[in-house]
C-alpha cells in the first residue's frame, strides 16, 4: 500500500485547510490498512483457543488473562540479571577444578560488565542482550511471571576437550540454546583476555539458535 502525502501548496510549511484534511484522509487509511491486517490473525487465534475453553475463560476473568497478552513492566536485560539467572555446575569443593570453574565465572561476570559499561558505542559493538540471546535464543527477559521464575542458564565447564578432540588451537563454548545450557572449555580461557576474545567471537558469530 503506497501512499502519498500532499505537499504545502503555499510558501513555508504552512497547510490550508485542504492539506490538513488529506493528511487526515491519509492517516485513516493507514489505520484502517493495520487494523485490516490484525484481523484475520487474530480471528485464527480466537478459532485455535475455543477447543480449550479459553475464549469462555477471557470473557468470565478477564483480568486474570490480561497478562497473558499484555506485558506488563519488563525488566531490561543487564549483567546483574544474567549473572543471576546462571547455575554454574562446579567440581568439587576445594579442588583446583573448582577453582578454575569459579575464575571463569568471574570472567563471565567482568565481560558483561564491560559490555554494559561500553553502552554500545559503535554500531557493531556487542550488547548485553547479545550475550543472552546467544545463550537462550531470546535477547529479553521472560515475560511471562511463571516462566521468569524458573529462568536460568545452565554453566558447565569441560576440563578435556584436547584429550577428546586432539591437538587443537582454538575451541569454543558449546551453546545448546533451547534448554539454556553453555559449556566453556577451559583449556582454552587462561586469561581474561582469552575469555574476552573466545565470547566475543562466539557471540557475534555464533547467535543462532543452534550449537556452536
Known sequence: MVLQ???PRRGGFQLSKEDVADVESSLCAVVLHSTTRLIPML???????????LVNLMAVNPEACHSLFVPGKILK??????MMSCQPHFSEKG?????TERKIVHFLKDFLQEIEASGGEKSESLAVQHVLQWMTGQPHVPILPDEKRHFKITCKFDHECKEQLGDHSICYPVVSACICTVTFPLQHLNTY??????????????GGFHRV
Open 43 to 53: 480471528h485464527q487465534l480466537r478459532k485455535g483457543m475455543e477447543p480449550y475453553g
Open 77 to 82: 536485560v543487564n549483567t546483574d540479571f544474567i
Open 193 to 206: 583476555t582469552e575469555f574476552k576474545t573466545v565470547m566475543s567471537e562466539a557471540v557475534r558469530y555464533g
Open 5 to 7: 502525502f500532499p505537499l
Open 95 to 99: 579442588t583446583s577444578r573448582e577453582r
